[in-house]
């Protein structure tokens, strides 16, 4: 490093150090860029309803009487984070134990028709899940469901994504642990409880936190069973606060601050891990 | 599963059917059964639906049509005009999601420093629920929003020109969405090996060179995923024009899936509805079987 000529060090560093520029500006450009809209949702969140008449980056006035009003007198959000929370959490319990159960059934039983059911189930990913809304609303309505935790929490089950990838991964999992398992005595749910499961913890838990933060975030169908205030989940209430308080800007932004913490905080502990949950879809695909 | 279980188990199996068959279905049994109540059902009943015109109230009532709610929707402008926009918006979507997903995944691969930062804030809007996307959105392009602050001399209110409101929507769904693009994308670059980058060194090419010879070839397999898997999932939005537009103005936002909630769950036509379901269900699976092929010609 001492004696360089410098010159030379000068027409070398040039063009890396332009293309470092560049790369920091895009980069951070666009980070900038992306993080307006939740920017702009807690500075409105803090603005006094005298300031919303005109566009400002900063208000004069900083005022935190909406959060309270929110945390302290709509007793409703509470519920609807309650709603989400306990159809996200049964939805993502109900994927992981039935999605192991039959992935571990087709990669290590053998049954008369298990190649059927497996392709049968493949092909279902090509149905795209909009096109049964009409007839899953009558049967859901048949059944009595409507309206209740279970009208949500069911169809989401079916989804085929979670056997798939467990079934892949199942199936490279080597034969000869569970071999010496059942020399030992082991019955076939401790080989599936007790072997495969630990050995699955990276991918059930990417499934799961995949399927629980989807859920949580479903739309669609929800918006199609769920029709009273208590039942609704987050994505559903806080539509309806647009025809309430959209006049006031700040209160609309203060609720839709406080519905999306939940979530920002599962992501920010689990960034990394959400990420590669998504890095894996596109490996099956 | 005790000791009883397995007694219980081996007298149903008798003779007739041995043990393995019997625990694998009853390992198989509880995903089977949403399966078939949730999905399969369905799936074949809203085919027979679509034969009727639907009596909502009492479906023993019904009538048989055959075919007509099909020939309906050959003559149905409304559906045709819906399927279009819906091309439209995937046209805008999809190409500026993958160019940009691109772009983020090599400016973070290339070791700056800060990514977790990046990653965040690329990626946070992802996890976001599609009506909270909206509604933020429908705040920024209002009156007193940030978008229409600055934009308005050239755009004016984005929302309510029926020009605009599509595209206004894609943009909104590229920050919502692009963050799965970055992430495949991301994982794409990581896994090209550097080894051909040094070779490339030593022959003298420049990053751009690099990035265009050894980069994206390298990537094509992630960048057709997702150019497929985009497709597919943007044909089927819904929910920016449900809560930012109703479909508006003028219908210039009504894509297919909203009309078909419109059909099933606002005029109740739940018999011609469930036939523009298959419809559509028929389309995306022509869609991706011809993007299938295309691509393994073009790969082998």
């Not at chain 2, 909104?172 to 060194?201: C, D, M, N």
Request: one cysteine or more; a negative charge; charged letters at 10%.
């Amino acid at each position: 490093m001492s004696l360089r000529n410098p010159t030379e060090h000068d027409f070398e560093f040039d063009v890396p150090a332009i293309e470092t520029l560049a790369t920091y500006v895009t980069a951070y450009g666009l980070g900038i860029l992306f993080l307006i809209p939740l920017y702009q949702m807690f500075v409105l969140s803090i603005t006094p309803t005298d300031e919303l008449g005109s566009f400002s980056w900063f208000p004069e006035d900083v005022t935190f009487a909406y959060w309270s009003w929110v945390l302290f007198e709509q007793p409703l959000i509470y519920r609807w984070i309650f709603n989400t929370l306990l159809i996200a959490t049964v939805t993502t319990l109900l994927v992981l134990v039935f999605d192991s159960l039959i992935a571990f059934s087709l990669t290590r039983l053998e049954w008369p028709g298990r190649k059927l059911v497996l392709g049968i189930i493949v092909s279902s990913f090509m149905v795209p899940a909009f096109v049964n809304i009409i007839p899953l609303f009558q049967v859901i309505n048949q059944l009595g469901m409507m309206n209740s935790y279970w009208a949500v929490i069911l169809p989401f089950t079916a989804g085929p994504l979670g056997v798939f990838l467990l079934y892949q991964f199942f199936r490279d999992i080597p034969e000869e642990l569970e071999e010496a398992a059942r020399m030992d005595g082991f019955s076939t749910f401790r080989i599936y409880a007790q072997i495969i499961l630990p050995l699955s913890v990276p991918i059930l838990s990417a499934l799961g936190l995949f399927t629980f933060v989807w859920s949580w975030n479903q739309f669609l169908w929800p918006l199609i069973v769920l029709n009273s205030d208590a039942m609704y989940t987050i994505p559903i209430g806080a539509v309806t606060l647009q025809s309430v308080y959209g006049e006031f800007a700040n209160r609309l932004m203060t609720m839709l601050a406080i519905v999306s913490l939940p979530l920002f905080i599962v992501f920010l502990l689990f960034q990394e891990k959400l990420i590669s949950s998504v890095q894996l879809q596109g490996t099956t695909g | 599963m005790s000791t009883s279980d397995h007694r219980l188990l081996d007298r149903l199996g008798g003779d007739y059917v041995d043990r393995e068959t019997i625990e694998g279905l009853l390992f198989a049994a509880p995903y089977l059964i949403v399966f078939v109540v949730f999905l399969a059902v369905p799936l074949v009943y809203g085919l027979y639906m679509s034969f009727f015109e639907w009596n909502f109230l009492n479906p023993d009532q019904s009538e048989f049509v055959g075919l007509e709610n099909y020939r309906t929707i050959i003559a149905d402008g409304r559906f045709h005009t819906a399927l279009l926009q819906t091309f439209y918006f995937v046209f805008l979507t999809v190409p500026a999601m993958t160019v940009l997903g691109v772009v983020m995944a090599l400016g973070v691969n290339r070791g700056i420093k800060g990514t977790r930062f990046l990653q965040f804030a690329y990626f946070v809007p992802y996890v976001t629920t599609v009506s909270i996307v909206g509604l933020l959105w429908v705040q920024m392009y209002g009156a007193n929003g940030v978008f229409t602050q600055y934009t308005a001399w050239l755009f004016g209110r984005v929302l309510s020109d029926t020009s605009l409101a599509m595209p206004g929507l894609a943009l909104t769904t590229v920050w919502w969405q692009v963050g799965f693009f970055f992430a495949i994308l991301l994982a794409a670059r990581q896994s090209v090996p550097e080894h051909l980058y040094e070779a490339a060194k030593l022959d003298g090419a420049g990053t751009i060179r690099m990035t265009w010879d050894i980069t994206i070839p390298q990537m094509k397999n992630s960048i057709i995923f997702c150019v497929i898997a985009g497709t597919i999932l943007q044909f089927q939005v819904f929910g920016q024009p449900f809560v930012m537009t109703d479909g508006g103005p003028a219908g210039s936002t009504e894509t297919a899936v909203f009309y078909l909630y419109e059909l099933g769950f606002r005029t109740f036509d739940l018999g011609y509805g469930a036939a523009v379901g298959y419809v559509i269900m028929v389309i995306l699976i022509a869609i991706s079987l011809v993007n299938y092929y295309v691509i393994e010609e073009t790969v082998n």
